[in-house]
């Protein structure tokens, strides 16, 4: 038998954080620009698109939906909704088409509701309203109007979108990514004009909308327009859910503005002498549907954290949240959950831990009586206890908690990686970027900064814009274009910096990273080691970047063979890091790793087994539990039971590496490849 010897894993460093990454298809930008979160079919047999009742429901629709698409072909229409990933889709059907449209309607994920308008609503009933999608038979276009207006609500508050874990660095990024577009100072009339022609440019926004957001901007506070459910808040909802980059740029004004309306709001209001006697805690509601997989999620991120990444608005009457939660719930539609979050609300904590909220029932568009409160973006709960609910079918209870920055180990995390981030880039769109590759969101980092290349004017933008694109492109694998994109960095700042600047150090050492993942070592050393030379003349000898060079150094030497002296330079590298970063810094478990594999290696196999457990140890306080950084350590501690023979817990450890590697990169990603290749060589070795 061929007893070959188990692949154990390293990883190597940027002047950042690292993360083992998935393979990526490239760059390249969708031609469809999708700017809400919802569109309108229209299937009718026979359309006449001159008739004068086809002509007048538009202008109607159209002030409700304003992307509106009509077919005649039943095949084509669910071939257009089948190519839909990021909207819901409403659909108005008419004429003669009854059950051979049944089957495609509950299959059509993206399809929310569909409503019937039928001349003929006594043979329509018979076989539509056994299909749950469908909201009702119609006979003209107002009562359609009227549930679509209302469902279109339900859609903005159904996809609110969540994020939830334990400790976890994203928590941490994503506030940086909040901060960073807070920043950010822009022209307001200019941003409204872009914002404007940017939406002119597709036929998706009604014009006059547009028109009125124009003239009326400064006229109304920021809450009053996000309350006044125009384009501005399906735009935005949309554009925060997808985390859209040009959306985001171009509504950058109006996040900034809203942010600071709450704030203002809420200082108004904790000033007011009505206000002083409201201190004691109280109670609010959310409520919206999601799919049954998020809720198994939250429902094993039991007692983790929850993040709403929108602007969150909230009720004080159970009610109308609870009228919501319920709303899709179907006994058919087995694929809904109704959600009714309860959030207990203390305002004298919210006050010290600078939690702000603003009551907007006073300064509300649409003049609701209900009393509601609008959070900023990003708002961090704690998941507390789930429970079922009497009133319907798959309906929970969830009870969550705020919590803030002093919540444990969130702070220091928080700043440490926010020292990190701002040292690395500059503020405003480069910082937000910066965070977007920290995030794995490297197709948008990307195209942020392919933007901001072609504005770029003064050599410190070209070189750092053509620096983060390297970054980008060698994260992806296009290795030849990080190249470029490194070397034009490295000549514009070898031109305009003094000789031994510590931002050359960074070009060279990422230089060093290209050259390392096409295997060319010899260049790849002679990048790190540039680097490093420069990095003692100028930083202080624990300085991070100093570690970063140490760590790439010694994985060189790994691959080479040079045991000892990779085993050095990683110890250095951990030894300075120690000091700069927390004690569950995710950038720890990675040295930890290297190390162990330099011991395994070294036939040391207790010190790799004590060195890999301990990188396991600080990857779960701080990442989701389907990190690949996880299935590094645990293909590396199977590696380790393989060569003590202990096949059963090798092949234990392996397949759990296995498991997480195909949800989190793409099949035929290497790292997926060589852990199937080490399950099926301790199978053979067992059998």
């Excluded at 609503?121 to 207006?149: F, N, Q």
Aim: with cysteine; glycine share 4%.
């Amino acid at each position: 038998m061929d007893n070959k010897e188990s692949t154990t894993v390293a990883t190597s460093e940027v002047p950042t954080i690292t993360h083992t990454r998935s393979n990526r298809s490239g760059l390249s930008h969708p031609t469809r620009r999708i700017i809400q979160n919802f569109l309108l079919v229209w299937l009718h047999t026979n359309i006449d698109e001159t008739n004068n009742s086809f002509k007048n429901s538009f202008p109607q629709l159209r002030r409700i939906v304003a992307s509106i698409t009509t077919f005649t072909d039943v095949r084509e229409c669910f071939d257009f909704l089948s190519e839909i990933k990021k909207q819901k889709a409403f659909m108005i059907v008419s004429g003669h088409l009854d059950q051979q449209i049944v089957r495609q309607i509950e299959e059509t994920s993206q399809l929310d509701s569909v409503y019937v308008l039928s001349d003929n609503k006594t043979y329509d009933e018979e076989w539509a309203m056994e299909v749950a999608k469908i909201k009702g038979i119609h006979t003209s276009i107002e009562p359609i109007c009227k549930a679509l207006r209302c469902d279109r609500e339900q859609i903005d508050r159904s996809l609110v979108p969540i994020d939830f874990n334990r400790l976890d660095s994203l928590f941490m990024y994503t506030k940086l990514l909040k901060e960073a577009l807070l920043q950010i100072e822009d022209d307001d009339q200019q941003s409204i004009k872009d914002l404007a022609q940017y939406c002119w440019e597709d036929d998706d926004i009604d014009p006059d909308e547009i028109k009125f957001m124009i003239e009326e901007y400064g006229k109304h506070r920021p809450i009053w327009w996000y309350s006044k459910k125009t384009f501005l808040y399906s735009t935005l909802n949309y554009g925060l859910r997808q985390m859209d980059i040009d959306i985001i740029m171009k509504m950058g004004f109006f996040i900034r503005d809203l942010h600071n309306d709450i704030e203002k709001l809420y200082k108004e209001q904790q000033q007011s002498d009505n206000n002083k006697t409201q201190r004691a805690p109280f109670t609010f509601y959310g409520g919206q549907d999601v799919s049954l997989d998020l809720f198994d999620k939250m429902q094993n991120a039991k007692g983790g954290l929850m993040c709403f990444n929108n602007f969150l608005l909230i009720s004080k009457d159970r009610k109308v949240s609870l009228d919501f939660a319920c709303k899709n719930l179907k006994p058919n539609l087995k694929s809904i959950v109704g959600i009714l979050f309860v959030m207990a609300i203390e305002p004298e904590l919210c006050r010290k831990l600078k939690i702000h909220y603003a009551d907007i029932s006073e300064v509300d568009a649409c003049g609701k009586d209900e009393a509601e409160i609008l959070f900023t973006t990003h708002t961090i709960f704690r998941i507390d206890h789930i429970e079922a609910l009497p009133e319907a079918d798959r309906l929970y209870e969830i009870q969550i908690t705020l919590i803030a920055d002093q919540d444990n180990d969130f702070s220091k995390l928080t700043v440490s990686m926010r020292d990190e981030a701002h040292s690395k880039a500059s503020p405003g769109w480069s910082l937000f970027g910066y965070i977007l590759l920290q995030i794995d969101e490297v197709r948008k980092a990307a195209h942020l900064y392919e933007i901001l290349l072609d504005k770029a004017t003064g050599h410190k933008q070209l070189s750092e814009y053509n620096f983060f694109l390297g970054w980008a492109n060698w994260l992806i694998g296009k290795y030849s274009t990080a190249l470029e994109y490194y070397e034009e960095s490295l000549k514009i700042r070898e031109k305009n910096l003094t000789k031994n600047c510590p931002d050359i150090a960074l070009c060279y050492n990422n230089i060093g990273l290209v050259y390392y993942s096409v295997g060319t070592y010899s260049k790849a050393l002679s990048s790190y080691e540039r680097a490093l030379e420069i990095q003692k003349l100028v930083l202080p000898p624990n300085h991070p970047d100093l570690a970063t060079s140490y760590h790439n150094i010694g994985s060189v030497y790994i691959n080479t063979g040079q045991y000892s002296k990779a085993l050095s330079s990683y110890e250095r590298a951990l030894e300075i890091r120690k000091i700069a970063l927390p004690s569950n810094h995710p950038t720890l478990g990675h040295h930890y790793n290297n190390i162990g594999v330099v011991y395994y290696d070294m036939c040391q196999f207790s010190k790799a087994l004590s060195s890999y457990e301990r990188a396991l140890e600080i990857q779960k306080l701080v990442l989701p539990p389907n990190h690949p950084d996880f299935a590094v350590s645990y293909n590396n501690i199977g590696a380790f039971y393989q060569k003590m023979r202990d096949y059963n817990k090798a092949l234990s450890y392996y397949e759990k590496a296995r498991g997480i590697l195909e949800t989190s990169l793409s099949l035929t990603h290497p790292y997926v490849a060589s852990i199937k290749q080490n399950i099926e060589e301790v199978k053979n070795l067992s059998a």
